[in-house]
């Protein structure tokens, strides 16, 4: 055959795969052409926007933290590991005592710890789990408060920005299962009362699991009632207050039978002065709106629109959010970094600021849109800042501390090879390692000491040393500003160490210098010392 004949073949078919890119690429531009112009995105597009990605984001953040646990998370693990070890619900051996708010969390953990999982990893990836899972109803209820358009999904992305939400989900409390289940309830409760009347109210059941892990519960479910009492007495009405009251009712007799009261024992512990309570409060919720910056400004918004057009489901969300907010004011927040109170509020928060920002971009008007989106400009730009700050901060500051305080103190603990009692005030990691006989000295193991006149860390008049010594401590440990371990700090340190018998009966036998000043000082009962009461 000839150079001529050769030169007349057709050129050779490009590669199919590289056809199907072009026409991938043909089709995204031509997507993003028409939403330029002003038309909705697809339902796929907004599938992966307002939560495939969100869901990724989730995950990661999650993961730049996940060293760090919580040392309140090791209560539960405690219990959690005596549960599976056959020992009961107790955290002490023979000591019933609900020193937990958490009770479906702790059951979980101590569920999977008997079937050979350590308490500490499966919290994390049930949190991170529940986190990711949580953000199918944020999307859910979120579209129904204002239908998906142009605009994608603002409170799943809001959320996974959140560090309490991220954060929490690998910290190993049970944050991301309860906002999970409050979340869930809510969609289910707000589909049975618009869209089909006649499905099974599965809203009572999921909010009976929320009362299961935390108490709050009941106060969400409240509201949605408040917003939409045409029916209170339908048959499903009915059916969802009996499969929420059912559950509620068997825990309730469970305590009572199982640790003598109706309430948890934290509950005392953690009240009991409402003007430090209240003026705790205030200062927790005023830091928080700082930290979360201005995505929440568009709540306000929200609320008006809402009241205006009259929408039932805007108004309960935001006195979900609001009501919920005046209750952490209330019982004083805690202690914990970056506002985990606040984890189940913020969703609702989060769902007011995305109704509000995507109506107003759904108006289509130049001036609106221009201002809608330097808006949520700046609100990334603060969200991602504050957002990396905490996760530093995390890290850099409240890991390295508890590594440092509670780490080398339950490691010397455990080397000493004299197993005994240990009073001290920060229980989590120094109880969940040792695995020694814990006297709180905070009274949330301490129904004596919760009952005494004062609020949280101050419960500490008339009877408190007493509480502790009747309890017989091999050791203390005691928070001190000095190395020298003569400047006691917090209130149950200086009341205990300035205590006569204390005094007289404990010397120090380690002091752990911490790297940022300060002490965590271990004293030991000296050999010979009687075990008798203090006098009162």
Not at 362 to 379: N, P, S, T, Y
């Amino acid at each position: 055959m000839g150079r001529s004949a050769m030169s007349t073949r057709p050129p050779a078919a490009p590669p199919s795969a590289l056809v199907s890119l072009r026409a991938w690429l043909g089709g995204a531009l031509s997507s993003l052409r028409a939403w330029l112009g002003g038309a909705p995105l697809s339902s796929r597009a907004h599938l992966v926007l307002g939560l495939v990605l969100p869901m990724m984001l989730v995950a990661t953040n999650a993961y730049r933290v996940a060293s760090f646990t919580i040392d309140d998370a090791y209560i539960s693990f405690r219990y959690a590991r005596n549960f599976a070890e056959g020992h009961g619900l107790v955290y002490n051996l023979g000591e019933r005592v609900e020193g937990y708010t958490n009770f479906l969390w702790t059951v979980l953990l101590g569920v999977f710890a008997a079937l050979g999982a350590r308490p500490e990893m499966t919290a994390k990836v049930l949190g991170v789990v529940c986190a990711c899972a949580a953000l199918v109803p944020l999307y859910r209820i979120a579209k129904r408060l204002a239908p998906l358009g142009w605009a994608p999904c603002l409170a799943t992305w809001l959320f996974a920005s959140s560090f309490l939400q991220t954060g929490y989900a690998v910290f190993g409390l049970e944050s991301p299962l309860f906002v999970l289940l409050v979340l869930l309830g809510t969609d289910r409760f707000l589909v049975e009362e618009h869209d089909d009347a006649e499905v099974f109210p599965w809203s009572g059941p999921l909010f009976a699991l929320a009362a299961l892990t935390r108490p709050e519960a009941p106060l969400f479910l409240l509201l949605l009632y408040v917003w939409h009492p045409d029916r209170p007495f339908s048959r499903r009405s009915l059916l969802r207050l009996a499969t929420f009251a059912l559950p509620v009712i068997a825990h309730l007799a469970f305590r009572r039978a199982y640790y003598g009261g109706f309430f948890p024992n934290t509950l005392t512990a953690k009240t009991g002065n409402l003007e430090q309570q209240w003026n705790g409060g205030v200062d927790y919720l005023r830091r928080y709106v700082v930290h979360a910056g201005p995505a929440l400004w568009l709540g306000i918004a929200a609320v008006a629109i809402a009241f205006v057009r009259k929408r039932r489901e805007g108004l309960a969300i935001a006195s979900i959010a609001l009501t919920f907010g005046l209750y952490v004011v209330l019982v004083g927040g805690d202690w914990m970094p970056y506002y985990r109170f606040l984890a189940p509020a913020e969703p609702f928060a989060f769902l007011l600021v995305d109704a509000a920002a995507r109506t107003i971009a759904e108006r289509r008007e130049r001036a609106a849109a221009v201002a809608i989106a330097l808006f949520m400009v700046l609100v990334a730009f603060t969200r991602v800042g504050s957002l990396r700050q905490a996760q530093r901060d995390i890290l850099d500051k409240d890991k390295a501390f508890w590594d440092d305080a509670a780490g080398r103190t339950a490691a010397w603990l455990s080397g000493h090879d004299k197993p005994g009692p240990v009073a001290i005030a920060d229980i989590g990691y120094v109880g969940y390692a040792t695995n020694f006989p814990i006297v709180d000295m905070l009274g949330l193991l301490a129904p004596e000491i919760a009952r005494l006149p004062g609020g949280y860390t101050n419960k500490t008049g008339a009877g408190y040393a007493a509480a502790i010594f009747a309890r017989a401590p091999r050791y203390a440990v005691i928070i001190s500003s000095s190395v020298d371990c003569k400047n006691p700090t917090v209130p149950s340190s200086r009341v205990l160490h300035g205590h006569p018998k204390f005094r007289a009966e404990f010397a120090v036998a380690e002091t752990i210098r911490l790297r940022g000043g300060g002490a965590w000082c271990i004293y030991e009962k000296k050999s010979g010392a009687e075990t008798r009461p203090a006098p009162r």
